[in-house]
């Protein structure tokens, strides 16, 4: 099989029910998701490349979640899919926020925003995050357009960032390294976490 067809030479691509400009929302949208994907794949790479840490759980969470982002890039592919087409399900989500409190759980209290970075692994998670946050605002580019965007894979997506907050912080946990927090800026967690006590 060839790898490449010449149909895209032109500027445009296929999606499920048409072609479109190689630079149109919908192709922004789920470019972004592929970006985020090749994003975990490096963070993945990188803990399973560290002999000093037991990164099995996480390991296995980004595995899940680089079939689940195909999961998602499926669905923004479609012009107009019928609810039956689609493969991101809320279970999904409730799975991510299951992780996200487990991984919160395991890491300091929080009072001020933090800087990204910290260990290694804690740096690759932020970028995932980061990453993650741009294909969120390429989803709701599409959906303003008016245009076809699966409510449950921008759920998703919301969700997912949060994921890669609590992992990162999870992360630099375990390797006992301290969160940066930005100096400048005001204990902006301490009511909510009051709240929630």
């Known amino acids: 099989m060839k790898l490449y067809t010449r149909k895209g030479d032109k500027g445009e691509t296929s999606i499920i029910g048409g072609r479109v400009a190689k630079d149109d929302v919908r192709v922004e949208a789920y470019g972004t998701i592929d970006e985020l994907n090749a994003f975990v794949g490096q963070a993945a790479a990188l ?68 800087l990204p970075g910290g260990s290694l692994a804690a740096s690759m998670l932020h970028a995932c995050r980061t990453v993650c946050r741009r294909a969120e605002r390429r989803m709701v580019a599409l959906a303003r357009t008016g245009q076809s965007c699966p409510e449950e894979a921008l759920r998703y997506i919301n969700r997912l960032s949060d994921y890669f907050f609590a992992a990162a912080r999870a992360a630099n946990a375990r390797l006992g390294v301290r969160d940066a927090e930005y100096e400048r800026g005001a204990r902006v967690f301490r009511r909510r976490l009051k709240a929630d006590e």
Request: charged content about 25%; hydrophobic content about 45%; some cysteine.
């Open 47 to 114: 803990l399973a490349a560290d002999a000093g840490g037991s990164w099995d759980d996480l390991l296995e969470e980004l595995y899940v979640i680089q079939q689940e982002l195909f999961d998602c890039g499926s669905d923004l592919s479609y012009a107009q899919p019928a609810p039956e087409q689609l493969k991101v399900t809320a279970d999904m989500t409730a799975r991510l926020e299951a992780w996200i409190d487990r991984h919160a759980a395991n890491a300091p209290p929080i009072e001020r925003f933090i």
